[in-house]
Nanobody
Framework: QVHLVESGGGLVQAGGSLRLSCAAS????????MGWFRQAPGKEREFVAA????????YYADSVKGRFTISRDNDKIMVYLQMNSLKPEDTAVYYC?????????????????WGQGTQVTVSS
């Protein structure tokens, strides 16, 4: 079992930065692939980024590539999403997710554990 709690969301102007954090619990956290997803009002939940257990492999959605960075600290049992050069279209509720797999899934239905989400609002 993995319990996830996101934090770090807020209101920021376009071009600004935010760092989201995801605190995880569970003794087997280091085995899990961690992902970030987002959901804007009226839209489906979409993949943002994923990271394997050793941080040796990452995958990003094209819309955030070069602007967002996913990272993890297995000792602190934390996952982060550094978001730079934010755009109004990045406005959404951001979710942290986890799954025990050797792959880097991009589908929301492929993840087993989810946090409650944190709101990110980017003003123009």
């Amino acid at each position: 079992q993995v319990h996830l709690v996101e934090s770090g969301g807020g209101l920021v102007q376009a071009g600004g930065s935010l760092r989201l954090s995801c605190a995880a619990s569970g003794r087997t956290f280091s085995r899990y692939v961690m992902g970030w997803f987002r959901q804007a009002p009226g839209k489906e939940r979409e993949f943002v980024a994923a990271l394997n257990w050793s941080s040796s492999r990452t995958y990003y959605a094209d819309s955030v590539k070069g602007r967002f960075t996913i990272s993890r600290d297995n000792d602190k049992i934390m996952v982060y999403l550094q978001m730079n050069s934010l755009k109004p279209e990045d406005t959404a509720v951001y979710y942290c997710a986890a799954v025990n797999t050797i792959l880097l899934p991009r589908g929301a239905d492929q993840y087993d554990y989810w946090g409650q989400g944190t709101q990110v609002t980017v003003s123009s």
